[in-house]
């Protein structure tokens, strides 16, 4: 691991980093809890081989707001760099807003993942690098650490050289899960065979639960119990404004509303129109819609488990 303090230094690396394709990058934050958080750290790693952070180089920006530019510049604004994130959304609060170019978010990756494919709690960093990448329990105590102190501890040091070890293993884990086959490849008959496995047992479970759920929904509203374990009722309604057209036409006419927006025709309405139709300046959007029917199975099919 590099730990570059020295503004010439970091200035050398980023040069170096500028010439990379792909980049896993995270930073640390000095008091984030604030309304002036402050950038302390910006880890990076080129290596996703790398284990154990030794490939990792750590830049302390903390008190030089202007390598943080020259970083956006050369690097977080070049799209011939991928820029790999976990909650992207948070670092480029930093490191670019919406200016950033070619940015991979592994959260909105890990949300994309089906659930059975991976079964997780939650869509942390943490949680991915124990779950689908299996590093062992790892601590995240110094998350909410001092990032504004210095010197920094080893312990912060190594917590932060270690984010973007986990950050390219799960990254590659979650391309693994969200590979799409091949459809020409698939076996249909295996697809099959699954879908009416899993039918069976899902009209089982939906119907216990969505009856769980009505009997559930009485007995609590029945017994004035609003809350319980977990459990929370609640009372709403619903208004619907309609009006008819006419009278929307004729209001905005008179109050020099534009109402100028597609409307559209449903099949009743085209046949109301009929022949007038014509001289409306129609927009047609056509979509191919590929359907799937799944019949019912026969009394004397056999389901196969």
């Given at each position: 691991?590099?730990?570059?303090?020295?503004?010439?230094?970091?200035?050398?690396?980023i040069a170096q980093y500028s010439q990379k394709q792909q980049l896993w990058i995270d930073t640390e934050v000095a008091?984030?809890?604030?309304?002036?958080?402050?950038?302390?750290?910006?880890?990076?790693?080129?290596?996703?081989?790398?284990?154990?952070?030794?490939?990792?180089?750590?830049?302390?920006?903390?008190?030089?707001?202007?390598?943080?530019?020259?970083?956006?510049?050369?690097?977080?604004?070049?799209?011939?760099?991928?820029?790999?994130?976990?909650?992207?959304?948070?670092?480029?609060?930093?490191?670019?807003?919406?200016?950033?170019?070619?940015?991979?978010?592994?959260?909105?990756?890990?949300?994309?993942?089906?659930?059975?494919?991976?079964?997780?709690?939650?869509?942390?960093?943490?949680?991915?690098?124990?779950?689908?990448?299996?590093?062992?329990?790892?601590?995240?105590?110094?998350?909410?650490?001092?990032?504004?102190?210095?010197?920094?501890?080893?312990?912060?040091?190594?917590?932060?050289?270690?984010?973007?070890?986990?950050?390219?293993?799960?990254?590659?884990?979650?391309?693994?899960?969200?590979?799409?086959?091949?459809?020409?490849?698939?076996?249909?008959?295996?697809?099959?065979?699954?879908?009416?496995?899993?039918?069976?047992?899902?009209?089982?479970?939906?119907?216990?639960?969505?009856?769980?759920?009505?009997?559930?929904?009485?007995?609590?509203?029945?017994?004035?119990?609003?809350?319980?374990?977990?459990?929370?009722?609640?009372?709403?309604?619903?208004?619907?404004?309609?009006?008819?057209?006419?009278?929307?036409?004729?209001?905005?006419?008179?109050?020099?509303?534009?109402?100028?927006?597609?409307?559209?025709?449903?099949?009743?309405?085209?046949?109301?129109?009929?022949?007038?139709?014509?001289?409306?300046?129609?927009?047609?959007?056509?979509?191919?819609?590929?359907?799937?029917?799944?019949?019912?199975?026969?009394?004397?099919?056999?389901?196969?488990?």
């Open positions: 691991m590099q730990y570059l303090t020295v503004a010439e230094e970091i200035e050398a690396a008091d984030y809890n604030t309304k002036q958080p402050k950038l302390s750290l910006i880890q990076i790693l080129d290596d996703p081989s790398d284990l154990n952070g030794s490939r990792v180089t750590i830049l302390d920006i903390l008190s030089q707001p202007e390598l943080i530019n020259e970083f956006v510049a050369k690097i977080m604004l070049n799209p011939e760099i991928e820029k790999i994130f976990h909650n992207a959304q948070y670092d480029l609060k930093f490191l670019g807003k919406n200016q950033a170019k070619n940015v991979t978010c592994t959260l909105k990756l890990a949300k994309e993942v089906p659930f059975y494919k991976a079964q997780l709690p939650n869509y942390q960093l943490k949680t991915l690098a124990e779950k689908i990448a299996n590093f062992p329990i790892i601590d995240k105590s110094e998350q909410s650490g001092n990032w504004g102190q210095r010197p920094l501890t080893n312990s912060q040091l190594s917590y932060a050289k270690m984010d973007v070890v986990y950050l390219a293993q799960v990254y590659f884990k979650l391309l693994q899960l969200n590979n799409n086959s091949d459809p020409t490849r698939e076996n249909i008959q295996e697809l099959t065979q699954r879908y009416r496995q899993l039918e069976y047992r899902w009209k089982l479970l939906d119907t216990e639960i969505n009856d769980l759920k009505n009997r559930l929904k009485a007995a609590m509203n029945a017994q004035k119990v609003k809350e319980v374990k977990g459990f929370k009722l609640s009372t709403s309604q619903r208004t619907e404004k309609k009006v008819a057209f006419r009278e929307l036409v004729k209001l905005a006419q008179e109050k020099g509303i534009d109402l100028d927006f597609a409307v559209k025709l449903d099949k009743k309405l085209q046949k109301d129109l009929n022949d007038v139709i014509e001289q409306l300046p129609i927009e047609e959007k056509k979509t191919a819609i590929i359907s799937l029917k799944i019949a019912e199975l026969e009394d004397d099919d056999e389901i196969p488990f």
